[in-house]
């Protein structure tokens, strides 16, 4: 496996791997060189960089795809304050409870269950299970349990994926 280079991937690096002359197999190995740079901290995405560098023959295409994937992976990531307050009117819209009862102290099953598919859509969008857990007032076991419910019943997870589906469809749309 070659190891990984610390400078920065350049334009130099992508033309002379273009215009390189020499063998497909030194062609192919320098392709790796520059997958494990291209990659860096990224290493997740240097399997799909490796998969369409040998399907397309070409590395500009594969930077191409390497880079749009980092970059979707940065607006999931992008705050929106509003975020969690959308998740709650879905989930409070599917589960026919109002939005101020999941952060009541309640144990009723409808609100516990539909705070526990909110606090599953919020962790499908890589919030971690302390700020789930500060979000609803909460402990972090607690909200570890409500993952867990939804995981295991499936009526919870199909309304969770509903959830999920329906948020998806309203960012598209706006």
Request: avoid cysteine.
């Given at each position: 496996m070659t190891a990984k280079m610390n400078r920065p991937l350049t334009t130099s690096d992508v033309e002379e791997t273009k215009n390189m002359s020499t063998t497909m197999a030194a062609g192919?190995?320098?392709?790796?060189?520059?997958?494990?740079?291209?990659?860096?901290?990224?290493?997740?995405?240097?399997?799909?960089?490796?998969?369409?560098?040998?399907?397309?023959?070409?590395?500009?295409?594969?930077?191409?795809?390497?880079?749009?994937?980092?970059?979707?992976?940065?607006?999931?990531?992008?705050?929106?304050?509003?975020l969690p307050e959308r998740i709650l009117e879905v989930v409070a819209s599917l589960f026919g409870v109002s939005k101020r009862r999941l952060h009541e102290r309640s144990r009723h099953r409808d609100v516990t269950s539909a705070r526990y598919v909110a606090a599953w859509v919020l962790f499908r969008r890589h919030w971690t299970k302390a700020k789930i857990g500060v979000f609803f007032d909460?402990?972090?076991?607690?909200?570890?349990?409500?993952?867990?419910?939804?995981?295991?019943?499936?009526?919870?997870?199909?309304?969770?994926?509903?959830?999920?589906?329906?948020?998806?469809?309203?960012?598209?749309?706006?």
């Open positions: 192919h190995a320098r392709a790796r060189d520059v997958a494990s740079r291209a990659a860096g901290r990224y290493s997740r995405y240097a399997e799909m960089f490796s998969r369409v560098y040998h399907e397309t023959g070409s590395l500009e295409i594969a930077l191409e795809v390497h880079d749009t994937l980092r970059a979707r992976e940065g607006l999931a990531h992008a705050a929106r304050p509003d909460l402990d972090h076991s607690t909200v570890i349990h409500g993952l867990r419910r939804v995981a295991g019943n499936t009526e919870l997870l199909v309304a969770a994926h509903r959830a999920a589906q329906l948020l998806e469809d309203a960012e598209r749309t706006t």
